[in-house]
């Protein structure tokens, strides 16, 4: 098999995005020469730009003694005109000999200007669909074209061009000046949105088979891994219950995931976190909660837990959301709010428990579980594996293998160097073409612990983050900034598509270590930095190395 830069390309088949090209690449990994060296651009440019790697070129290939091909895919239909064969895309028309003629002298003319020899290149033209039917109208060199009435030749043209020789001092030359010129790494603009919406995609099997169960009175307790479709559920079911005009109630512990998920579902329902729905039943009865005064969340819980349940606060679906996180009685106060014949669903992860609390007691209910991962890059997955329990094992289901997890490791307890690691993280998510808005800082530490969500910058960066205060109506307030930073704990349920999880330390790889990193780690969706002290690193790495 022939070396293919970058690497990635497999994963991105099953999103349907450049599967001409993916098609094609597939054929060289099958059957050109290993000796042979393919540069190809398919999922490292915007689809509104094309799939090149270098201007309209979508794929070079070296051999050992620096020749160079160039090869131009072009499917779908043609025209010979006059001019020359064309292709008609919306509002412009290319003149296909014309454009790789000039991306050859172009790339030469560039080669030329970094010394010793000539840069020695020819160029192949692949029309996959469509048959040329006067080459001499076309413009094109016969031999030079691979058509739908040769398609099956391409690779041995390609050979015959690029004899595998040994190699030469002028290889090595041509490769740096390929690394120099193409600068092939990923445009995560691209890949953010294709990502989030082929893992909604396949994530939401559980809501299709789960909510295809019959069983009466329907209690189902949901225990799924992180990015098993355990949101995609909620959705679904909060969305049918308002389509058949019925009121549903979804309730989560975080703050944080309740707002997003009341954006994300239509009107006639209710969303909040258990004590938000405390505050609110509190205001409703006549009360102003003081959340000065000690106990005031506990004394909201015992009057919301014994007050009468007036009707407009009963519903007809109740979904429990991070129910690891839910004490008993709360699901005592919950249930009070179902009709006697509506649906209710819990939905827990035993590996997010991040505060110790023993399972609810759901006697009666139907359990589901569901341990594929689908939102986590599979490298992710794979090193979650080797320190989660044997019992709680998880399965990689995304088809994105991700890129290597970075380690930037601090000494311990040294605050300004773990500042300065947290910085050189940003700045290495920058690098790699995720916006600011694309990444989440994430601290192992709670706010109160935690230096990074006590800061209003960390270098160049203004950060968004609770300043742990709340307003009059009990909504939190937050510093104003560019680039979100939460803790483990208040982000939990959501995901970001590049994740710094910083502040990381421990003295021992204990279960609640493992947990916190276990909720961490699976936040990402794309690209993970792990921000981490000398000790914690080498106690995370004996783990890793005894699994």
């Known amino acids: ?159 015959a061009l690029l004899p595998v020789t040994a190699e030469t001092p002028q290889h090595g030359r041509v490769r740096k000046f390929l690394g120099d010129v193409l600068q092939l790494t990923p445009d995560a603009s691209a890949m953010v949105g294709r990502a989030e919406e082929l893992v909604t995609r396949l994530s939401q099997g559980l809501a299709v088979w789960a909510r295809q169960l019959e069983f009466s009175p329907f209690r189902l307790r949901v225990v799924g891994t992180a990015g098993s479709g355990k949101t995609q559920l909620a959705l679904a079911e909060f969305q049918a219950a308002v389509e058949a005009g019925l009121r549903p109630l979804y309730v989560c512990y975080n703050r944080p995931l309740a707002d997003r998920v009341q954006h994300l579902v239509p009107a006639g329902g209710r969303v909040g976190t258990f004590h938000m729905l405390c505050d609110t039943f509190a205001r409703e009865s006549g009360a102003t909660p003081d959340y000065s005064a000690p106990g005031a969340w506990a004394d909201m819980e015992k009057a919301f837990d014994s007050a009468p ?114 910085k050189q993280a940003i700045t290495r998510c920058l690098a790699a073409n995720f916006a600011r808005s694309d990444i989440a800082l994430l601290s192992f530490q709670g706010r109160a612990h935690s230096a990074l969500l ?29 680039l979100l930073a939460e803790s483990v704990y208040r982000f939990k349920g959501q995901s970001a598509p590049a994740v710094i999880l910083a502040e990381i330390d421990f003295e021992a790889l204990d279960d609640r270590a493992v947990r916190k990193l276990f909720v961490g780690m699976t936040r990402a969706r794309l690209k993970l930095v792990l921000v981490i002290s000398d000790r914690a690193a080498a106690l995370l790495r004996a783990r890793l190395h005894a699994g």
């Not at 970094?114 to 413009?139: C, E, I, S, W």
């Open 1 to 159: 098999m022939p070396q293919i830069y970058p690497s990635g390309w497999r994963e991105l088949a099953v999103t349907g995005a450049a599967a001409r090209e993916i098609e094609t690449l597939n054929l060289f990994a099958a059957r050109l020469p290993d000796a042979l060296t393919v540069y190809h651009g398919v999922h490292w440019t915007k689809i509104e730009n094309g799939f090149s790697v270098y201007g309209e070129i979508d794929f070079i290939i070296v051999a050992p003694n620096g020749r160079m091909l160039l090869i131009e895919q072009k499917a779908g239909f043609l025209s010979e005109t006059p001019e020359g064969l064309v292709k008609n895309y919306p509002g412009r028309t290319e003149h296909v000999r014309q454009q790789m003629l000039q991306m050859v002298e172009g790339l030469a003319a560039r080669f030329d200007k970094t010394g010793g020899d000539r840069l020695d290149v020819d160029y192949l033209l692949y029309f996959p669909d469509y048959k040329v039917k006067n080459p001499a109208l076309a413009g094109i060199e016969p031999s030079r074209v691979v058509d739908a009435g040769n398609r099956t030749r391409l690779v041995e043209l390609i050979t």
């Open 309 to 422: 349940i007036p009707p407009s606060w009963m519903h007809d679906v109740l979904i429990i959301d991070e129910g690891q996180d839910f004490a008993e009685p709360w699901r005592d106060a919950m249930l009070r709010l179902l009709r006697p014949e509506g649906r209710a669903l819990w939905l827990e992860d035993p590996l997010q428990n991040l505060y110790g609390r023993s399972p609810v007691p759901l006697p009666g209910w139907v359990t589901l579980h569901s341990q594929s991962n689908y939102r986590s890059p599979r490298q992710i997955v794979d090193l979650l594996t080797a320190i989660v329990p044997d019992t709680e094992r998880i399965q990689a289901a995304s088809p994105f293998l991700g890129v290597e997890v970075d380690w930037l490791v601090y000494p311990d307890n040294d605050a300004v160097a773990m500042a300065e690691a947290a």
């Open 454 to 482: 006590q800061a209003d910058r960390l270098g160049q960066h203004t950060l968004r983050s609770f300043t742990g205060g709340y307003d009059l109506l009990g909504n939190p307030v937050y510093r104003d900034g560019q």
